[in-house]
């Protein structure tokens, strides 16, 4: 993207190590902050979440510092790390995850309760989650939805564009990779997926407030 373009860069994959230098860079920032937080005693009564809203493409599908513009492995996977002051040990959960799923988590770990109108998970509790529903909403224009819903899958990620083929990623040893969608996906996720591309047609045809029209 234009906004992203550096004079100074020599190449694309000079752009790929510039973004690893960052991700260092930042993952040092945050074990210099804890450390000097754990020095003060600041962490016995904290939470601390480490994660982020997306993640950034770097070459998938010939796409370079991109995110946005489709639903890909490399954009939906990101880090999440909950850690109760250092009280409990590690445990790595490898259960399916989305960051709707923090809120009613942290309130839990507050409170004891969470509010009984969310449809997030809780991570804390055990047994099986919701299948997590990714959207993206590419343009709401009222003469032409486009948008992208996908769901994961205890096989992959399974995609579906507006009105275009279906696509699924597979994970192997050597990451993910593109496959032909498999002929049938579980009735659940089949229900998940039309509500969202429901919603996401009644969101594109409901009128809108005078103020963003004319921010348009």
Excluded at 122 to 139: D, I, M, N, Q, Y
């Amino acid at each position: 993207p234009e906004y992203q373009f550096l004079e100074e860069a020599r190449g694309r994959y000079d752009y790929v190590a510039r973004y690893r230098a960052y991700a260092r860079y930042a993952v040092t920032e945050v074990d210099r902050f804890l450390r000097e937080a754990s020095r003060r005693g600041l962490l016995a009564n904290t939470i601390i979440v480490y994660t982020a809203d997306h993640g950034e493409m770097l070459g998938e599908d010939n796409f370079w510092c991109e995110h946005g513009n489709r639903i890909h492995p490399a954009v939906v996977h990101v880090p999440a790390v909950i850690a109760l002051g250092g009280r409990d040990p590690l445990v790595h959960d490898r259960r399916d995850a989305s960051n709707v799923d923090f809120l009613p988590s942290l309130l839990f770990l507050v409170s004891g309760e969470t509010p009984s109108d969310t449809r997030a998970g809780k991570l804390f509790h055990s047994g099986t989650r919701a299948l997590p529903v990714l959207v993206e909403l590419l343009s709401p224009g009222r003469m032409r939805l486009q948008a992208s819903v996908g769901i994961k899958l205890p096989r992959g990620l399974f995609v579906e564009d507006f009105r275009q083929p279906a696509r699924e990623y597979i994970e192997g040893p050597a990451g993910w990779r593109e496959a032909k969608p498999s002929a049938s996906i579980p009735p659940g996720a089949r229900d998940q997926i039309d509500l969202a591309f429901e919603r996401l047609t009644a969101s594109a045809r409901a009128p809108r407030h005078p103020t963003a029209e004319r921010l348009e």
